[in-house]
């Protein structure tokens, strides 16, 4: 699978974006997607997830009201939608599958454990 995210910019605070993943390979396979983020020094973050269907998603703390994913199977592609965005929001936002692991519904915590391709990340920046 190779994934391709885009989208990322420059915005101030309160502003929105909307990140896409496009996806290529194992074309016929199901998976869930899901978006982390890393910030300078820090660990990658998971952020949002969503399974093959699009029936279940699973968010991050930090995401949770103000982030929304989707995907539109037929595109092979997966958005997220970040609004009120806000300066700790900066980050480099990487979209990943999860191809080879359990169902994201039954894990306690995802991580990036859980994902098994990645695209090579989109920068986000939040100014206040």
């Known amino acids: 699978v190779q994934l391709q995210a885009s989208g990322g910019g420059s915005v101030q605070a309160g502003g929105s974006l909307r990140l896409s993943c496009a996806g290529s390979g194992r074309t016929g396979s199901s998976y869930s997607m899901g978006w982390f983020r890393q910030a300078f020094k820090n660990a990658r973050e998971f952020v949002a997830a969503i399974s093959w269907s699009g029936s279940s998603t699973y968010y991050g703390a930090s995401a949770l009201g103000r982030f929304t994913i989707s995907r539109e199977n037929a595109k092979n592609t997966v958005y997220l939608q970040m609004n009120n965005l806000k300066p700790e929001d900066t980050a480099v936002y990487f979209c990943?599958?999860?191809?080879?692991?359990?169902?994201?519904?039954?894990?306690?915590?995802?991580?990036?454990?859980?994902?098994?391709?990645w695209g090579q990340g989109t920068l986000v920046t939040v100014s206040s």
């Open positions: 990943a599958a999860a191809v080879y692991g359990p169902d994201l519904g039954t894990v306690a915590t995802i991580t990036t454990a859980h994902f098994d391709y």
